[in-house]
């Protein structure tokens, strides 16, 4: 039998009482808008919940536990932020492109923002209102709007905003002062109204929205272009990370569809939801039998019809999504 020390005997009874893993969710969702990558927000969140229970012997307080573990969560994320360069969108790279122009030119993971789970972010038997914040908050647009601010103005700005801190609180957790929050949100503030963050949220799937990503499924698993494209907006947008060509147009989307992107024939979609939107895990033919991971899509709607499809093509996003390995 192991026998621990005192300190870590005190440290493992603190952690029972606190039961920090009641928090695992919430700092995903504050690690993911901070990083924009699932992958580094579940290690950081890891990462967080290892220095709190090593740190706990010098924890005081119970009703400080929140706090304690958003101000390791924070130095966490800064640390991760210092080694590299903002997460980014296809349509930061450059204008849109055509089916023409597609040479296959990636750029590696690191360089790209990845989709959430919702189910890593939120808790849907939580306050109804709280759960429109939590889901317009994980957009993918408003999650890349976040990675142009500087750590500390992201960091002020979503605890201030989205976690609705006072003022004080985040002064405390940041060990600045109340002067330097406002001032930091400010110019938080400014930087988002200058990025393109703006979108609709979207509170429910209505029926009729239901309705469309049905006709979307049955088109696509048909592989009928032509009924791919009526569903779509005329100005719709679809990108592919980590390829960095993005189209702009219901037409040139089906272009793409009947050219470069013809081996998604016989594809199967699986739902899910991921920032807060629907999403699918699109499955190609297998040679072998079946059908294997492809891509992670996730759909932005607008009124009747879909205006963005976000192709995610990290078969690694199946496992974080708990999608299965084959069909």
């Known amino acids: 039998m192991t026998v621990l020390p005192d ?3 005190a440290a493992a009874n603190r952690l029972d009482v606190l039961d920090f893993e009641q928090y695992r969710r919430e700092l995903n969702g504050y690690c993911y808008r901070m990083l924009g990558s699932v992958f580094e927000a579940d290690d950081a969140v890891q990462e967080t919940m290892v220095k709190a229970w090593r740190g706990a012997d010098k924890f005081e307080g119970r009703a400080a ?10 130095n966490v994320c800064f640390d991760m932020l210092r080694s590299r360069t903002r997460r980014a969108r296809p349509m930061d790279f450059g204008p849109a492109s055509t089916t023409d122009a ?8 690191h360089a790209w923002l990845t989709p959430i789970p919702d189910g890593h972010v939120i808790a849907h038997d939580g306050d109804p209102a709280d759960l429109v914040v939590a889901r317009d908050t994980i957009r993918l647009a408003f999650v890349n709007a976040l990675q142009h601010l500087p750590a500390r103005q992201r ?4 605890m201030r905003e989205v976690l609705r801190w006072h003022a004080a609180e985040v002064a405390e957790l940041l060990d600045t002062s109340v002067a330097s929050v406002n001032s930091a949100l400010q110019r938080a503030r400014a930087t988002l109204a200058t990025a393109n963050a703006a ?10 929205q239901q309705a469309l990503l049905t006709r979307y499924v049955e088109a696509f698993e048909r592989y009928d272009v032509a009924a791919i494209v009526a569903l779509l907006r005329d100005d719709a947008v679809q990108s592919m990370p980590p390829y960095t ?6 037409s040139e989307i089906g272009r793409f569809l009947s050219g470069p992107g013809i081996g998604c024939q016989g594809s199967r979609l699986l739902a899910t939801t991921a920032n807060g939107r629907p999403a699918f895990g699109q499955y190609r033919v297998d040679p072998a039998g079946g059908h294997v991971p492809w891509s992670l899509v996730v759909i932005e709607i607008e009124g009747d019809r879909i205006s963005a499809l976000h192709n995610f093509l990290d078969t690694n996003l199946f496992r974080e999504f708990g999608l299965p390995e084959h069909l």
């Open 65 to 74: 536990a929140r706090s304690w573990l958003y101000r390791i969560a924070t």
């Open 155 to 158: 960091a002020v700005l979503i």
């Open 102 to 109: 597609f040479n296959g030119e990636q750029l590696p993971e």
């Open 199 to 208: 979108g609709p949220p979207l509170e429910t799937v209505p029926a009729e």
């Open 245 to 250: 060509l993005w189209l702009r147009g219901a």
């Open 7 to 9: 300190a870590e005997t």
